[in-house]
DNA sequence: GTGAAAGCGCTAACAC
DNA sequence: GTGTTAGCGCTTTCAC
């Protein structure tokens, strides 16, 4: 079974061509013929070989993705959403993890227009982007999620307002009544990083009150950066207090509620926490921690549509086409218990 | 840059094999040639086609993977332990996400093998196997892993001791002093479910206490069915009362909690409970949840290694040869607060 | 309405 | 050590 066009065609004293004709429902197939040939293909069970059409089609049906660590729920919901959105369309998703590695992304880019993938959703971790020359040079649509790089050219994305996010979860500490916010946040020639802290900053000076470097620390997105960027915080706590915290992921939110727990301190009561990417369905996480989310499965939907577009554009044009387009969405403030008055 | 064989081959008046074998890393090639070569290669970009080697080749240095949820860790784990170690050696991965849908599972079975996956990975959630196969027949290696089906064919499968795994978690909460405990336990046609449901049966026989169906509740792994089944379970508590619970899996795990404390009730004091595939490794989850852990990352591993073994099999006698395996390993009982006495 | 044939980019057997 | 050639399975143009 599942063999090739020519086989159903000589057992059938057929061309390949009406063969293909059928399998592709083209018109111009005489009733009968259709008929016999469907039955062959039935009977042999015959599914079509997506490698030889992808080579001579010139496209693949295929999107690649390349995030930093599938199990964090930001990324696989996201990855939920553009599969629902695609996987309607026949499009397959080849996946690859980059595990927070520059050097894994750059083999991870390389590999992926190995296998020529139509389109590419990418988070990236790197600050190094020559790689992506490829797909640039070769019209081959990229759009980033999470983090964007500092390029020279315009790019598509779909993210949150980073900036927004962050003067959001400043303001709520702040209306709940604490005044030194401490921040972990993430490499700063990182967007995310960079936006993040910014916006932290920002929300601080609206409300006069001074930035205290002492008080900013930068994590690597993991949790055990977070553990130790709030250890560090609260060694420091006599030169340096501070009673309220802002930590810009989920891991790091973890790591850092660990450390503030080991050293016998309580949420909300000495620190008041907003986190981010916390999803808590639930509530099973005592006391309920407040942070900033994010809409990922818009997101997803989003990335599929805009990968689309791009490609029904090339399609068209011959190439990537069309005014390249930053989605900004809103992030939302999730209140729960980690950030309320004492 | 980045185009084919052929460009490269006729800027430098060679032949396109030539070039091919510098590519390939062939011997028989000048030396003063292969500087030459390479330095086109660079300078030009080049990176292989993969579509056109698969075609040639008959394989393409892909595997899929089917599971029912990503945003699960167990199998986000599972997918970061094969990557770990299918990437080094230059596979990629094709994911799809079923979402606990049969019909789903079905569509993804023929789109990866209409895309010629060198092998497939499959947790699956049907009941029906037929799609199966085109695998089969046509020599593609299938290594099941979570749940596997009822088939009168050997399969290659890594999955945890089920039964162990309940006895464990049965017997535990038995150790501690509960002698009525509950089950939610999942579909028992499928094997997870099946398995987890028997050891339960057992380790309660085991230790002469009758199994009492009403405290037996079936849900489908999602959070919202432990919750529903958990509030089943406590509205009939007068009629058949229990103090102990056991729930197979990590999202209705979450929704039992949820329903436990919606109704006022306390973990341990009025349910001791044990759950599966927990991962609070920063202990956020207040009380802490006593689970059956699964190996994920071993599992992961063990499966790539597993298909490569079977690649290997197959390209030296054309096809899938040796003993089918059924690897099973131990699960791990992580004791935390959940189930302790009062 | 159908078939013949070229060719997508590559590999590999064979010839020289 | 290098080139020529056939062909992987398919789509598509062009004849008829």
Chains 1, 2 share one sequence.
Do not use: W
Request: charged share 25%; glycine share 6%.
């Amino acid at each position: 079974m599942a063999r090739t066009l020519k086989d159903i065609a000589s057992e059938l004293n057929v061309s390949v061509s009406t063969v293909s004709r059928v399998v592709n429902n083209c018109d111009n197939v005489h009733p009968k013929t259709r008929k016999r040939v469907l039955g062959a293909l039935k009977k042999y069970n015959y599914i079509p070989n997506q490698v030889a059409r992808s080579l001579k089609k010139n496209y693949t049906e295929t999107i690649g993705i390349i995030i930093p660590d599938i199990s964090e729920t930001f990324f696989a919901q996201i990855i939920k959403g553009i599969d629902e959105v695609l996987s309607n369309r026949n499009y397959s998703i080849i996946l690859m993890d980059s595990n927070e590695s520059p050097e894994k992304e750059e083999h991870y880019l390389k590999l992926m227009f190995q296998n020529r993938v139509d389109s590419l959703v990418l988070a990236t971790v790197s600050k190094e982007h020559s790689a992506l020359n490829m797909y640039i040079s070769n019209n081959i649509p990229v759009v980033f999620i999470d983090n964007i790089p500092n390029l020279d050219y315009d790019i598509d994305c779909v993210i949150i307002n980073n900036q927004k996010a962050s003067i959001m979860a400043v303001n709520h500490l702040i209306g709940n009544g604490r005044k030194d916010i401490a921040i972990i946040t993430g490499n700063p020639l990182e967007t995310t990083g960079y936006e993040r802290l910014e916006g932290y900053k920002r929300a601080l000076r609206q409300n006069n009150i001074p930035v205290n470097s002492n008080l900013i620390k930068y994590g690597n997105y993991k949790e055990d950066t977070g553990y130790s960027c709030m250890k560090e915080l609260i060694e420091h706590r006599a030169e340096n207090p501070f009673n309220g915290v802002y930590i810009i992921s989920e891991k790091m939110t973890y790591g850092a509620i660990k450390a503030i727990r080991e050293h016998g301190l309580t949420i909300p009561e000495d620190i008041a926490l907003v986190g981010f990417d916390i999803h808590d369905k639930s509530g099973l996480i005592t006391p309920g921690i407040t942070s900033i989310c994010q809409p990922e499965n818009d997101i997803g939907k989003i990335v599929a549509e805009l990968i689309i577009k791009r490609l029904k554009e090339k399609a068209k044009s011959g190439k990537v086409s069309g005014i390249r387009q930053r989605i900004i969405l809103d992030p939302i403030l999730e209140v729960k218990v980690s950030s309320q008055p004492e």
